[in-house]
């Protein structure tokens, strides 16, 4: 079993929708989540972090995290066709000095259609 | 946020060549990894490379077929060696910044390696 796990998609979204991305863990050490997002040909980019349970709101964007169930959210509001890339998870015991050793899911591509 | 460039962005190799490839970083930074992305599979973590140091590996991955050099503070190279076709895959490095309080990981654009 993997460390974690991410539905791959792809999603396909009409522009608008809510769009929720989800992955689900097995190691209750983790405790920082972030999410980053990778256009294609790009390498991923931080689109943001939380820790331990509970929501965490950046505009259009709302990650949650449920430690109780080994599983964190990623909502989209109003989606946008920009908004098409793939989104990874990601997760690490303890954010340390540094070296902080990222654990990542398979991602889940992600089109918002016009 | 570090601005991380790569190069090659990518390449085409033959069975039993070997790749260098360049991480270059425009502000001086301690910690630089190494992953590599399979089509279908998660990020994967290669190695960590402190400057001054030998670089550390991660289970299943070896120097002698990954070595990685880290001559100062905003460069690294990684070099697949006598490549087979299993070692197609995009190749990233990655930089901590502790700015903020919170030490961030921060993606180059990566190298999309072939191997025939």
């Known amino acids: 079993q993997k460390e974690v796990e991410q539905d791959p998609g792809p999603l396909s979204v009409p522009e608008g929708a809510i769009v929720s991305l989800n992955c689900t863990y097995s190691?209750?050490?983790?405790?920082?989540f972030m999410w980053y997002r990778q256009y294609s040909r790009k390498g991923p980019e931080l689109l943001m972090y939380?820790?331990?349970?509970g929501n965490k709101e950046d505009g259009r964007f709302t990650a949650q995290v449920d430690k109780s169930s080994k599983y964190i959210s990623l909502f989209i509001r109003d989606s946008q066709p920009s908004d098409s890339a793939t989104y990874l998870c990601?997760?690490?015991?303890?954010?340390?000095?540094?070296?902080?050793?990222?654990?990542f899911g398979t991602g889940t591509q992600l089109k918002v259609e016009l | 946020s570090a601005v991380i460039s790569q190069k090659p962005s990518r390449d085409i190799c033959q069975r039993g060549t070997s790749l260098t490839i360049q991480c270059q970083v425009d502000?001086?930074?301690?910690?630089m990894f190494w992953y590599r992305q399979q089509p279908g599979q998660s990020l994967t973590l290669i190695a960590t490379?402190?400057?001054?140091?030998?670089?550390?590996?991660e289970s299943g991955f070896v120097i002698d077929k990954f070595p990685i050099s880290r001559p100062n503070l905003t460069f690294s190279t990684l070099t697949v060696s006598n490549m087979s076709p299993e070692d197609s895959s995009i190749y990233l490095c990655?930089?901590?910044?502790?700015?903020?309080?919170?030490?961030?990981?921060?993606f180059g654009p990566g190298t999309r390696l072939t191997v025939l």
């Open positions: 939380t820790y331990s349970s």
């Open positions: 990655s930089v901590e910044d502790g700015q903020g309080g919170v030490n961030e990981q921060f």
């Open positions: 990601a997760m690490i015991p303890i954010l340390t000095g540094g070296g902080n050793k990222l654990t």
């Open positions: 190691n209750s050490a983790f405790q920082y």
């Open positions: 490379a402190n400057q001054g140091s030998e670089a550390t590996y």
């Open positions: 502000s001086q930074v301690t910690m």
